[in-house]
């Protein structure tokens, strides 16, 4: 039977900040896998050799997977890799026929669909206490246990701008109010230049690097919290709700006029090719724009969040962010295969992962690690670590709230940006899903 409740704790810790007592001991406790046993082990994510060149975290994962391949030998590892978008749609065809890989990418959302169907292990005792980012775990956590371990932390929604272009129509900084948006709207749309790029293709940009921040100006935290638990008190169909929805219509004006028929990769480009203004972001983009945008554009990036809205309830420097995918092990897994598995997704997840993100471009991980020589870093890299310890998290929509939710959000959302549905539509829309739960 399928159950769709939401645990209290889990908005409570988030509202806290803290993370859920984890057992002590963890995995040096139980040591690895040892002797001669033969282990195999079928796993399935995104990272697709192609995006390596791109992205820090997909070259991590490689290199970490490599290492362990390298030190346990006894170990067979399978992959099935998939893109980002394929990999979704496989992984749901595999949890309805219960047939999981053995280890998997969970997104924060299918959390409790995977754990009221009992797909994802236990793990809570193999984490080891202290080494991740205190808060972490919570998309992750059901009853005080833990089933995933995360592949990252960062926030999903930055402005990433060209100071030149803004300094070419008098502005010295992003706007930081509405007002001030629109006023640079007009002047970009004079020069024949897009405000803001966008790549909403794949339905979910929108939503998770915008809305999830524009969001939180309108209705403050505490409605997504409310949201997130389904106790009642909040709803989609709440006026500041409907606000965000309206205002969202008007950001769409200011996107490229193709936003709805390109991915998140060929907006960057855009962006990196001067043909944009600025671009909403996650941490993720750094890596692919170092490697892809022009030298002139990178020299004058720089970063920003979504500005203040009128009647706001949500703090101006606040961005969504946090841990947004994590590393899960099968239900089925137990005894010396479970071990194997909890050590491999240590590895491609632990402290020398999030160095290597960290030393590669600058990238905060699941771990606190050291900045080795931020020196040798680019420019762009050093000033998003530097920008980080001036933001607030507030929670992903995509990532804390019920999947079938944000499936819905998702399409709504690109009908509304499209102006083939009003805000009071999307609202009851997505309002329906909800009381589904």
């Keep these: 039977m399928k159950h769709r409740l939401f645990v209290l704790v889990i908005a409570a810790a988030l509202a806290m900040n803290v993370l859920p007592p984890l057992a002590a ?16 082990l079928n796993v399935m ?25 390298k030190e346990h030998p006894n170990v067979t590892i399978n992959e099935t890799i998939f893109q980002q978008t394929d990999y979704h749609t496989k992984i749901m065809a595999l949890a ?22 009992n797909l994802m292990a236990n793990i809570t005792s193999y984490v080891d206490e202290g080494v991740y980012r205190g808060g972490i775990f919570i998309p992750f956590t059901r009853g005080g246990k833990v089933y995933g371990i995360p592949i990252q932390f960062m926030p999903t929604s930055l402005v990433y701008y060209n100071a030149k272009l803004f300094n070419e129509i008098g502005m010295d900084h992003f706007p930081k109010t509405w007002d001030e948006l629109v006023q640079a709207d007009k002047a970009f749309k004079a020069k024949g230049i ?18 999830s921040t524009l969001g939180d100006r309108f209705t403050g935290t505490g409605w997504t919290l409310s949201i997130i638990l389904n106790d009642g008190k909040a709803k989609f169909t709440d006026n500041e709700f409907i606000s965000t929805l309206r205002y969202s219509q008007q950001m769409a004006s200011m996107f490229n006029k193709d936003f709805n028929a390109i991915n998140n990769e060929q ?3 855009l962006y990196g090719s001067g043909k944009a203004a600025s671009t909403v972001e996650g941490g993720w983009s750094i890596s692919f724009q170092l490697q892809n945008s022009d030298p002139d554009v990178l020299a004058n990036t720089r970063l920003a969040v979504l500005p203040a809205v009128p009647g706001m309830k949500g703090d101006t420097n606040a961005t969504s962010g946090g841990g947004g995918w994590a590393q899960s092990a099968s239900a089925k897994l137990t ?12 590895q491609t997840t632990g402290v ?48 804390q709230m019920d999947g079938a939710v944000i499936d819905v959000m998702n399409s ?24 589904k739960l």
Excluded at 27 to 37: K, L, N, Y
Excluded at 45 to 69: P, Q, R
Aim: charged residues 25%; proline residues 5%.
């Design 412 to 435: 709504k959302l690109q009908e509304l940006l499209g102006g083939t549905a009003s805000p009071e539509e999307v609202a009851a829309a997505i309002q329906a899903e909800q009381n």
């Design 45 to 69: 994510h995104f990272h697709t050799i192609e995006t390596m060149e791109n992205s820090s975290e997909s070259k991590g994962y490689h290199a970490m997977k490599d290492k362990f391949i």
């Design 352 to 399: 020398e992962y999030s160095q290597f993100l960290m030393d590669d471009t600058g990238l905060p991980g699941p771990c606190e690690v050291p900045i080795k020589d931020k020196g040798s870093l680019s420019k762009l890299s050093q000033d998003y670590l530097d920008y980080m310890g001036s933001l607030k998290f507030v929670p992903i929509y995509d990532i």
């Design 25 to 40: 001991g963890g995995s040096a406790a139980r040591g690895s896998p040892t002797g001669d046993e033969k282990i195999t």
């Design 96 to 117: 309805a026929a219960d047939e999981m890989p053995d280890i998997f990418f969970t997104k924060g959302s299918w959390v409790q669909n995977f754990y009221d169907n």
């Design 194 to 211: 897009a405000t803001i790029a966008l790549g909403n293709k794949d339905k979910w940009p929108y939503e998770s690097c915008i809305i």
């Design 335 to 346: 005894g010396t295969r479970l071990q194997a598995a909890m050590d491999f997704i240590k």
């Design 267 to 269: 907006s960057t480009v």
